[in-house]
């Protein structure tokens, strides 16, 4: 999942193990898992080219160096591109705020592109890119831009193409549940050609003439859950849950590009305008999901949650009753978050166990109240040292406390970082209760409200002072699950590339 396609953000490693940058290159190109496709301008018309791209990575200490080859055709064009770009990106970690920058430009670079008789060989490549990344527990939002020049000789000395681009809109996100990388990019291309046609009484001439392209580049990778239904009476179980993950990748392209003559004269006042669309998918990833055997959900207002988060081992309580009234306790909740927004590997827990054995009898406890051998203590120490659960007090977490819907929803969306959606104070909710909302709460219910966390009861009421469910918990992580893994998406990709 810590793969962003497209082509314009080069990877970049915010730890030394996650990488980020869906997009392949800074050439606006995609691709699926096999063949790479780019849209290339430089004779004054679209063609799409397509081959192979090869990515290497090299990384010493915040230096990161990474080099794309592509070996690209259209054999009806008769175009092939020979092209050998290494990045040079700078990581600049600001640890006191949860953020890093990372600085990009060219360390060496080679192309050609022929098409037909006519040779094009960049001969100056000037690139500069950066990228701030703002790590919250949940997820990681980024967001940056770049620009280029290219200058290509034509034939060698028959002329120069320039192409300056300009992108202000990189932007982007990683989680558990997926990834989306979105950016748009406008190219300026500037042509001109000594002897570049011969009119009808064989004199030559030459042109010059510019071209507007803007490239909008998105790729998503994102996992969907959908029921299956069994076809078999005598089964065990009537059905269950499929997750399937793919990577959607998406290039629109729109171009004014000048209209020639027959003989390559361009027109002076006709232009070539259009916009066109490249989508190429990877094969879907399926992965049914264990099936939940509960004796009372059947029929429950949260049947299709508990079910949902069972499937997905957020809850495991192996029990077959859920006790859907009783109250959420304050560790089950720490436990089912950290399960939501990640997954505590099992051979990095055995490996950090081996190497720290000795260390961790030493290790102080984070809480009083919670101990290392208690089946929950990784996901209380998770919490904590990620700022998302605070204890009762400095010294006690109360595991077995019960959790007020306020607190619950201050949790959830202080893993999202989104606390900032609320206005400035003072300032009221729409909920009939607002006065009853603790001023620690009230701009993460603010937030909730926003992006449809919340939606408060059949009196207008969000109720921040009750003790959460189990059924309400369960209704809570799932919304909350399904706004991570899909209404963001639409954020970045739909309302961005699409102007929704």
């Known amino acids: 999942m810590k793969k962003i396609m497209t082509a314009i953000l080069a990877i970049i490693l915010l730890t030394t193990t996650i990488s980020y940058g869906q997009i392949t290159g800074y050439d606006g190109g995609i691709k699926d898992d096999y063949v790479y496709k780019e849209v290339i301008f430089i004779t004054g018309k679209p063609i799409i080219v397509e081959g192979e791209v090869k990515t290497q990575e ?55 592109i022929t098409v037909g008789n006519d040779r094009y060989n960049l001969e ?8 701030i990344y703002d790590n919250r527990p949940a997820v990681d939002f980024y967001s940056g831009n770049l620009t280029s020049k290219k200058t290509y000789s034509i034939n060698r000395n028959q002329g ?21 990388e979105t950016y748009i990019i406008k190219q300026d291309i ?29 790729s998503t990778t994102k ?30 392209y729109e171009y004014d590009l000048p209209k020639f003559h027959d003989d390559g004269e361009p027109y002076s006042t006709k232009r070539e ?44 309580d192996p029990s077959p009753y859920f006790g859907p009234k009783l109250p ?36 102080e406890k984070i809480f009083d109240d919670v101990d290392k051998e208690d089946d929950n203590y990784k996901y209380v120490k998770f919490v904590k040292e990620k700022g998302i659960m605070n204890g009762v007090s400095e010294s006690f977490f109360a595991p077995d406390g019960e959790l007020t819907r306020a607190q619950a929803i201050t949790i959830l969306i202080r893993t999202l970082g989104l606390e900032g959606l609320a206005p400035n104070p003072p300032y009221r909710t729409h909920f009939r209760d607002d006065e009853d909302i603790p001023f620690w709460a009230k701009d993460a219910i603010y937030a909730a409200n926003e992006i449809g966390l919340v939606r408060g009861d059949s009196y207008g009421r969000v109720r921040p002072n009750d003790n959460m469910s189990k059924a309400e918990a369960a209704e809570f992580i799932y919304r909350y699950i399904k706004h991570i893994k899909d209404e963001i998406t639409i954020d970045y990709r739909e309302k961005i590339i699409n102007n929704r």
């Open 328 to 363: 959420m306790t304050r560790s089950e909740f720490a436990k089912s978050i950290v399960r939501a927004i990640s997954i505590l590997e099992e051979e990095e827990e055995k490996e950090k166990a081996r190497r720290q054995r000795i260390k961790d009898d030493e290790e």
């Open 160 to 180: 120069t193409i320039t192409i300056e681009a300009n992108g202000d809109t990189i932007v982007g996100y990683d989680h558990y549940w997926g990834a989306s």
């Open 273 to 316: 305008k259009d916009e066109e669309n490249l989508r190429m998918d990877t094969v879907p990833i399926h992965k049914r999901l264990v099936i939940p055997n509960l004796k009372d959900i059947s029929g429950h207002w949260a049947e299709e949650s508990i079910f949902t988060l069972y499937s997905l081992e957020i809850f495991d």
């Open 124 to 131: 100056d490549y000037q690139f500069s890119s950066s990228i």
């Open 190 to 218: 500037h042509r001109e050609q000594k002897d570049a046609y011969t009119d009808e009484d064989g004199d030559s001439h030459d042109i010059e003439w510019d071209g507007l392209v803007t490239l909008k580049l998105s």
């Open 223 to 252: 996992k969907d859950l959908s029921y299956i239904k069994n076809e078999p009476t005598n089964i065990s179980f009537r059905g269950g849950l499929l997750q399937t993950e793919k990577q959607e990748n998406i290039l629109q």
């Open 58 to 112: 090299r990384r010493k200490g915040d230096i990161i160096t990474t080099t794309y080859t592509y070996e690209l055709s259209n054999e009806e064009e008769d175009m092939q591109v020979k092209r050998r770009f290494s990045y040079e990106t700078n990581l600049y970690k600001k640890e006191e705020k949860g953020q890093t920058v990372g600085v990009t430009s060219i360390d060496r670079y080679s192309e050609r």
